[in-house]
């Protein structure tokens, strides 16, 4: 069984991985600024931030992977892109992988189609932490390191708000949105952690970006 860190364990992403973790038998150091994820059989709940190189480096050391499930944008200025190199150098120095929930802004909407974030309906709103995230995976496409990588992006549809079930069911895609006939691109936040759990516990993408819908 491996040994996860889950940066962001009190979020939305961060607290279905860790879930799906468990099931699985993993054990998991979940890492959140207070330290106030729940602590229970299996989980050490750890006072901390990801832009904390000392912390990441020794996690690092410790971990099988290391999950980045905290937001890519603080106050709509980019948090996330610019500890990107750093966190690839602990993880190859630690010999950990790294997975990230990413966004789905990058996504395009169709095969040479505009990114997501590009059309005309995407909400200003969002589009800071979308940016950012876009950025984070330019940096790690963009960073000649000796650590493995993955990031996983969601279906346009993720969230607290819309938690769907979890089924076990969905497809599976590179960098283009994927929507049902009715072009509705929807995931569930369990079923979202089973495939981040199954790349875990068996890769098959590596230093690239994959993503899924039902």
Same mark, same amino acid.
């Given at each position: 069984m491996?040994t996860l860190t889950?940066?962001?364990?009190?979020?939305?992403? +961060?607290?279905?991985?860790?879930?799906e973790?468990?099931r699985?038998?993993?054990?998991v150091?979940?890492v959140?600024?207070?330290?106030?994820?729940?602590?229970?059989?299996?989980?050490?709940p750890?006072a901390?931030?990801?832009?904390d190189?000392a912390?990441?480096?020794d996690?690092?050391a410790?971990?099988?992977?290391?999950?980045?499930?905290?937001?890519?944008?603080?106050?709509?200025?980019?948090?996330?892109?610019?500890?990107?190199p750093?966190?690839?150098?602990?993880?190859?120095?630690?010999?950990?992988?790294i997975?990230?929930?990413g966004?789905?802004?990058?996504?395009?909407?169709a095969?040479g189609?505009?990114?997501?974030?590009?059309?005309?309906?995407?909400?200003?709103?969002?589009?800071?932490e979308a940016s950012?995230?876009?950025?984070?995976l330019?940096?790690?496409?963009?960073?000649?390191?000796?650590?493995d990588?993955?990031y996983?992006?969601?279906?346009?549809?993720? +969230?607290?708000?819309?938690p +769907?079930e979890?089924?076990?069911t969905?497809?599976?895609?590179?960098?283009v949105?994927?929507a049902?006939?009715?072009?509705?691109s929807?995931?569930?936040g369990?079923?979202?952690?089973?495939?981040f759990?199954d790349?875990?516990?068996?890769?098959?993408h590596?230093?690239?970006?994959?993503?899924?819908?039902?």
């Amino acid at each position: 069984m491996a040994t996860l860190t889950v940066f962001g364990a009190t979020g939305y992403a +961060g607290g279905h991985i860790i879930d799906e973790a468990l099931r699985r038998g993993h054990t998991v150091l979940a890492v959140n600024r207070d330290g106030s994820a729940d602590a229970r059989p299996g989980v050490t709940p750890i006072a901390g931030s990801i832009d904390d190189d000392a912390l990441v480096r020794d996690l690092a050391a410790k971990s099988d992977a290391l999950v980045v499930a905290v937001r890519g944008s603080v106050d709509d200025r980019p948090f996330l892109p610019p500890l990107t190199p750093s966190l690839l150098t602990a993880a190859a120095a630690g010999g950990a992988r790294i997975g990230v929930v990413g966004g789905a802004g990058s996504l395009h909407v169709a095969e040479g189609g505009p990114r997501l974030i590009d059309t005309p309906g995407f909400p200003d709103a969002y589009k800071p932490e979308a940016s950012s995230h876009a950025q984070v995976l330019e940096a790690l496409r963009a960073t000649e390191t000796a650590a493995d990588w993955f990031y996983l992006s969601p279906a346009a549809e993720f +969230g607290a708000w819309i938690p +769907g079930e979890r089924t076990g069911t969905f497809r599976l895609g590179g960098d283009v949105l994927v929507a049902d006939t009715e072009g509705r691109s929807f995931i569930s936040g369990a079923d979202y952690a089973i495939a981040f759990l199954d790349e875990v516990d068996t890769p098959a993408h590596h230093r690239t970006r994959f993503t899924l819908g039902y």
